[in-house]
């Protein structure tokens, strides 16, 4: 587990730019020294909403190779980013991933559920697309990016393994997971939680008070006591639903805040994808009444 170095744009280094954090934390993890790489979107940016600033034009046409998400996530980008691919390599990186192993998608027909990252043994798919990517760009590093890609892979494995292991404390009766948006199906399919978002799959549409009203309903019903916020969400709903439920006699409380479409702080552990799905493994079993070890998988939980 490394955490981000400071970048130092170096000559002699493969200048990579991927959109989210996700992606770029996994090219740092398989490039290692090979590598300099820039994440567009910060601690907090909604990729569903993010369009490219001006610097993000510069660093995109400077790259060697650009990698994005793809399956709709970067909704905004999409156009400028198929558009630079006739440029340079550009390549989405999840939209490899088998259709058999992604989940549909409610708000667009013939589109695929973009959260892969919350299954890290889905991610660890995604990781040997960036893999192969940087391997296609640049030759002579296949094998760093090979030896790389394998450790990275264990740390994904062993916290596939952990993340199972706190999740199955949470009582059975426990496993619902209500937070901003829809952001966690193939975490709930991954490990048995019944999952709900306010605001559907993209934070592009708008959560009607009559969604509100039914998940009020359901938070009574079923003795739902704890709902989640997202870092990269407003967390008006998810009061509105707390205050909804309070209307009814019953208490709900924030369980704690998720790293849904962007991770944490950069610098920090929660600002790598080992962090980050740490914390909220760590985050949901704690509020829904789980065992978990004290700051989480390894200890580094702040
Ligand atoms: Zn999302």
Redesign the pocket.
């Known amino acids: 587990m490394s955490l981000p170095a400071p970048v130092a744009l170096a000559q002699d280094r493969l200048d990579v730019v991927a959109t989210t954090g996700m992606i770029a934390d996994a090219a740092r993890e398989v490039g290692g020294d090979l590598v300099a790489v820039r994440a567009l979107m910060g601690p907090g940016v909604?990729?569903?909403a993010y369009r490219q600033t001006r610097s993000d034009i510069v660093a995109t046409a400077e790259a060697d190779l650009v990698l994005w998400h793809g399956l709709y996530?970067e909704a905004q980008m999409e156009e400028f980013l198929l558009d630079l691919a006739g440029t340079k390599p550009v390549v989405a990186v999840a939209e490899a991933l088998p259709t058999n192993l992604l989940v549909g998608h409610d708000d667009y027909e013939g589109r695929h559920d973009?959260?892969v990252w919350m299954n890290p043994n889905l991610w660890s798919l995604v990781v040997l697309e960036i893999r192969d990517a940087l391997t296609e760009v640049h030759p002579e590093g296949a094998e760093t990016f090979r030896a790389n890609a394998e450790a990275h892979l264990e740390e994904l494995s062993a916290l596939a393994e952990y993340t199972a292991r706190v999740l199955s404390t949470v009582p059975a009766e426990s496993r619902v997971l209500l937070s901003a948006?829809?952001?966690f199906n193939y975490f709930g399919s991954a490990y048995g939680f019944e999952v709900a978002g306010i605001q559907g799959?993209?934070?592009e549409s708008e959560a009607g008070l009559q969604r509100i009203a039914e998940l009020v309903d359901m938070l009574v019903a079923r003795d739902i006591r704890a709902v989640f916020v997202?870092s990269?969400?407003s967390d008006r709903n998810i009061r509105a639903l707390i205050e909804g439920a309070a209307a009814q006699g019953h208490e709900v409380v924030i369980g704690g805040e998720l790293f849904?479409?962007a991770m944490g702080e950069e610098g920090t552990y929660e600002g790598t994808y080992v962090g980050m799905i740490d914390h909220n493994a760590t985050t949901i079993a704690a509020a829904l009444g789980g065992e978990v070890p004290d700051r989480g998988m390894q200890g580094l939980l702040n």
Do not use: K, N
């Open positions: 909604d990729p569903h996530l973009p959260h948006h829809d952001a799959i993209s934070t997202e990269s969400v849904s479409d």
